[in-house]
């Protein structure tokens, strides 16, 4: 396919994400990284994650705790849990 061809690679999604330079690329490079995080479950995996690390820092930073979020934690953990 064509598009493959202009598809960024794994490797290169997580470096331009892990490095912050996702907002500084061309619109054209963000589609495609867009692309590629929509269709790859690892990818798409590792950005939420940046995220909510990022998230993390900053509720540490102004020590405010997102609202909901330990409870929403807790809930996950015992459901996870509970099928254990």
Known sequence: MI???F??????VTQKLAEGEFET???????LVRMHLAMCEHC???ARQLGLISQALRN?????????TLDAV??????RLRKV
């Open 25 to 31: 690329l061309p619109w054209h490079h963000r589609m």
């Open 44 to 46: 798409g995996r590792f």
């Open 60 to 68: 540490i930073w102004t020590g405010k705790p997102a609202p909901g």
């Open 3 to 5: 598009i493959d061809k």
């Open 74 to 79: 807790k809930r996950r953990l015992l459901t």
């Open 7 to 12: 598809m960024p690679s794994c490797r290169e």
